[in-house]
């Protein structure tokens, strides 16, 4: 088996779609179809069932996809035990919005720099969707911000704690006031980024019962406006409302979270992690200790 006949199985794989693996790949689409027809050929079985317009694994297929990545991580390792210089080779990243602006930017800074023939790549996802493109091989590595550090089929490493923060804009009835209560925030407008975020859906299930409804503004940066404006509270990781808490713009409501979470990094068990994806953890590593 070739690994370029395996590579291009894998891509197709992960998107279950001829035209899109070989946008992806850079070949012709006719290409790709001869190259798992040939892979299919030497291993004398079918590896997708075609169902019209879309494809999926058969059976023989799905027991061959954790081979195929194995031996493309195999090779990847090999080159660069060989390699003399600099590492190099891509990344593929799933990472959140809270902390691709507010935590990476000195990670991507220093390696972008310091070692230019590693390219990153970002995917926007959050906590469950992340997971499950680790553990599928889809990305190598994944930023996490959650309550629990134990996660099925994945490696994680937790680097920092992540401190949240009730926010209200100064105005608002409820600043200023102590011991707030769950009815208290009940009783007023709640700001929420997107569902599946972490600090969101614990946040929701704290004030469970109490009638409490938000009003989802998306991101982060939307609903520190939103909450600017008076349209109600969020509770937001602190480190994404530190310039509005020093200026003013928002304040800190007195209610502390009664769950915490922890920024992690994190990748499928039993990985063997090449010499660039190595260098980009130790990096994150060190940083978080600094």
Same mark, same amino acid.
């Given at each position: 088996?070739?690994?370029?006949?395996?590579?291009?199985?894998?891509?197709?794989?992960?998107?279950?779609?001829?035209?899109? #693996?070989?946008?992806?790949?850079?070949?012709?689409?006719?290409?790709?179809?001869?190259?798992?027809?040939?892979?299919?050929?030497?291993?004398?079985?079918?590896?997708?069932?075609?169902?019209?317009?879309?494809?999926?694994?058969?059976?023989?297929?799905?027991?061959?996809?954790?081979?195929?990545?194995?031996?493309?991580?195999?090779?990847?390792?090999?080159?660069? +035990?060989?390699?003399?210089?600099?590492? $190099?080779?891509?990344?593929?990243?799933?990472?959140?919005?809270?902390? =691709?602006?507010?935590?990476?930017?000195?990670?991507?800074?220093?390696?972008?720099?310091?070692?230019?023939?590693?390219?990153? +790549?970002?995917?926007?996802?959050?906590?469950?969707?992340?997971?499950?493109?680790?553990?599928?091989?889809?990305?190598?590595?994944?930023?996490?911000?959650?309550?629990?550090?134990?996660?099925?089929?994945?490696?994680?490493?937790?680097?920092?704690?992540?401190?949240? $923060?009730?926010?209200? #804009?100064?105005?608002?009835?409820?600043?200023?006031? +102590?011991?707030?209560?769950?009815?208290?925030?009940?009783?007023?407008?709640?700001?929420?980024?997107?569902?599946?975020?972490?600090?969101?859906?614990?946040?929701?299930?704290?004030?469970?019962?109490?009638?409490?409804?938000?009003?989802?503004?998306?991101?982060?940066?939307?609903?520190?406006?939103?909450?600017?404006?008076?349209?109600?509270?969020?509770?937001?990781?602190?480190?994404?409302?530190?310039?509005?808490?020093?200026?003013?713009?928002?304040?800190?409501?007195?209610?502390? #979270?009664?769950?915490?979470?922890? =920024?992690?990094? +994190?990748?499928?068990?039993?990985?063997?992690?090449?010499?660039?994806?190595?260098?980009?953890?130790?990096?994150?590593?060190?940083? #978080?200790?600094?």
């Amino acid at each position: 088996m070739e690994l370029r006949l395996l590579a291009t199985f894998e891509k197709v794989a992960e998107v279950l779609s001829f035209t899109r #693996a070989a946008a992806e790949l850079g070949y012709a689409q006719s290409s790709v179809t001869s190259q798992v027809r040939a892979l299919e050929s030497s291993l004398g079985t079918e590896l997708f069932e075609r169902l019209g317009g879309r494809i999926r694994l058969t059976e023989a297929g799905e027991r061959l996809l954790p081979y195929a990545r194995r031996m493309a991580e195999l090779a990847e390792e090999a080159r660069a +035990a060989v390699a003399a210089g600099e590492p $190099a080779g891509t990344i593929t990243i799933g990472t959140m919005e809270s902390l =691709t602006t507010y935590r990476l930017p000195p990670l991507l800074e220093y390696v972008h720099h310091r070692h230019p023939a590693v390219r990153l +790549a970002l995917r926007p996802t959050l906590g469950d969707a992340t997971r499950q493109a680790l553990r599928q091989g889809t990305y190598d590595l994944g930023f996490l911000m959650e309550a629990g550090t134990d996660h099925e089929g994945l490696e994680s490493e937790v680097l920092a704690p992540e401190p949240l $923060a009730l926010v209200a #804009a100064p105005g608002h009835p409820l600043a200023g006031r +102590a011991g707030l209560t769950a009815a208290d925030l009940a009783s007023t407008g709640l700001i929420g980024t997107e569902p599946g975020c972490a600090y969101r859906d614990l946040f929701e299930a704290e004030l469970a019962g109490s009638g409490a409804e938000f009003l989802e503004f998306g991101t982060i940066e939307a609903s520190k406006r939103a909450v600017a404006s008076g349209l109600g509270i969020a509770l937001l990781p602190r480190i994404t409302v530190q310039e509005e808490l020093a200026s003013g713009v928002l304040v800190a409501l007195d209610w502390e #979270a009664p769950f915490a979470l922890f =920024t992690q990094l +994190a990748w499928r068990r039993g990985k063997r992690l090449p010499a660039h994806v190595r260098l980009f953890v130790e990096q994150a590593r060190r940083l #978080a200790r600094e």
